[in-house]
């Protein structure tokens, strides 16, 4: 079997996959830490943008060409839907300003 074969089954059926699966993997811890980096995928450079409890465990990533205010808040509203029985009660982003213009801040309460 080709790999770009396995590749283009990956893309098509990975979003139902996760909707399927998400369901069974419970609960999360309140506290979630938010980040994001620079990767190269296809030859071309994305923003990767990634949520995990405190425990380390993956609440959702999203993979964007840009990094704005609405990017952060698209990956947001994204984790935040993903999550919504388990909402969190703090999140925690870096202290180096990642998202331009006032946004997300260090500790702020969703509450």
Same mark, same amino acid.
Not at 28 to 52: C, H, K, M, P
Not at 57 to 69: A, P, Q
């Given at each position: 079997?080709? &790999?770009?074969?396995?590749? =283009?089954?990956? /893309? @098509?059926?990975?979003?139902?996959? %996760?909707k =399927?699966? =998400?369901?069974? /993997?419970?609960? +999360?811890?309140?506290?979630? +830490?938010?980040? %994001?980096?620079?990767?190269?995928? !296809?030859? /071309?450079?994305?923003?990767?943008?990634? &949520?995990?409890?405190? #425990?380390? %465990?993956?609440?959702?990533?999203?993979?964007?060409?840009? #990094?704005?205010? !609405? &990017? &952060?808040? +698209?990956?947001?509203?994204? $984790?935040?839907?993903?999550? +919504? #029985?388990?909402?969190?009660?703090?999140?925690?982003?870096?202290?180096? $300003?990642?998202?331009?213009k006032?946004s997300?801040? @260090?500790?702020?309460?969703?509450?």
């Open positions: 079997m080709d &790999a770009s074969t396995i590749f =283009r089954w990956v /893309q @098509c059926y990975a979003p139902e996959l %996760e =399927r699966v =998400r369901w069974y /993997q419970g609960y +999360r811890s309140g506290s979630w +830490r938010v980040d %994001e980096t620079y990767i190269r995928v !296809g030859g /071309q450079w994305n923003y990767l943008f990634w &949520a995990v409890d405190k #425990r380390g %465990e993956l609440i959702n990533f999203m993979l964007l060409d840009r #990094r704005d205010t !609405g &990017a &952060a808040y +698209r990956f947001l509203g994204k $984790a935040l839907k993903t999550m +919504r #029985r388990w909402p969190p009660h703090s999140i925690i982003t870096t202290s180096l $300003a990642p998202i331009p006032p997300i801040g @260090c500790g702020v309460n969703v509450n």
